[in-house]
């Protein structure tokens, strides 16, 4: 016959063990859930990049900024702060890579976001650094997360992208070889010096 001690002792550890699995498994479900959750939010960042008014916004800081920092008026809105979204569609760019510095900052989207956005992050920094730098006249913090954003872009290793791809997907080989080919044969030849 089974003593009362023992039945107690065989149910608490019986509940220790229920406990322990319990506590597992939520840690696996929350993995996933964040996982789940960073995807939908690296989904929604590729959508915002490639939606038409950051398209034209893009655009336009490409190559057309530089012409309106000529203009006093405009850069005296950048300078006293009343440039909007509305009248400088170059703030559009700024607070979305802004947005992103943060984001990746934080750690609530990978790092590996970084080379997709490098280039464009890059291209426009050369044109946005004059209004940064007006801007932190005022605000000495204005606009960080993208700097942090353009130098962790700078520090990425773009060439080692296609690399790292190719290597971790080794039983693909033959099939790299024929892309490879493939662009090698449909190169377009360009009436460069």
């Not at 008026?73 to 943060?102: C, P, Q, W």
Request: with cysteine; hydrophobic share 45%.
């Amino acid at each position: 016959m089974i003593s009362w001690e023992a039945l107690t002792s065989l149910t608490s550890a019986g509940q220790l063990a229920i406990l322990v699995v319990g506590a597992v498994f939520g840690y696996l479900q929350l993995g996933g859930l964040r996982r789940q959750q960073e995807a939908q939010l690296v989904q929604h960042i590729f959508d915002e990049l490639n939606a038409p008014e950051f398209s034209r916004a893009l655009h336009f800081v490409y190559t057309d900024l530089s012409e309106r920092l000529r203009d006093a008026a405009y850069v005296g809105e950048i300078r006293d702060g009343t440039a909007t979204v509305f009248s400088h569609r170059e703030m559009i760019v700024m607070h979305f890579f802004n947005k992103l510095g943060i984001l990746v900052h934080e750690r609530l989207v990978s790092e590996l976001i970084v080379p997709f956005v490098a280039s464009p992050c890059i291209r426009s920094w050369a044109q946005l650094a004059p209004i940064v730098e007006l801007m932190r006249r005022r605000y000495p913090h204005a606009y960080t997360p993208l700097e942090a954003l353009v130098t962790r872009s700078r520090a990425a290793d773009l060439a080692s992208v296609r690399g790292r791809y190719v290597s971790e997907t080794p039983h693909l080989r033959s099939q790299w070889e024929v892309t490879s080919r493939e662009l090698v044969e449909r190169r377009i030849c360009l009436f460069d010096d």
